[in-house]
Nanobody
Framework: QVQLVESGGGLVQPGGSLTLTCAASGSTASIWRMAWYRQAPGKQRELVAYISIDRSITYADSVKGRFTISRNNAYNRLYLQMSSLKPEDTAVYYC??????????WGQGTQVTVSS
């Protein structure tokens, strides 16, 4: 079992920055990939970025050049640095961990609102 807790969300003005943190606990040694997803009102949940155990990284086109995903070596902290935020980035952001068993784990989400 893996437990995930997100933090760092909030209200930010367009063009501003915010950093999200995901704290992982439990069987973190079983994780081979961690990711950030987001879900805006009335829309499906979408992948924002992921980082694999070999540190390969993939970003959604909509956030390339503005967001940076990173993790610590112990795989118990995942970060998402967000800059040049736009109103369309407004969503609930979820931390996700994929175990080698293919089991998915999710956090409870943290709200990010970009508005003036």
């Amino acid at each position: 079992q893996v437990q995930l807790v997100e933090s760092g969300g909030g209200l930010v003005q367009p063009g501003g920055s915010l950093t999200l943190t995901c704290a992982a606990s439990g069987s973190t040694a079983s994780i081979w990939r961690m990711a950030w997803y987001r879900q805006a009102p009335g829309k499906q949940r979408e992948l924002v970025a992921y980082i694999s155990i070999d540190r390969s990284i993939t970003y959604a086109d909509s956030v390339k050049g503005r967001f940076t995903i990173s993790r610590n070596n112990a795989y118990n902290r995942l970060y998402l640095q967000m800059s040049s935020l736009k109103p369309e980035d407004t969503a609930v952001y979820y931390c996700n961990a994929l175990a080698r068993s293919s089991r998915d784990y999710w956090g409870q989400g943290t709200q990010v609102t970009v508005s003036s």
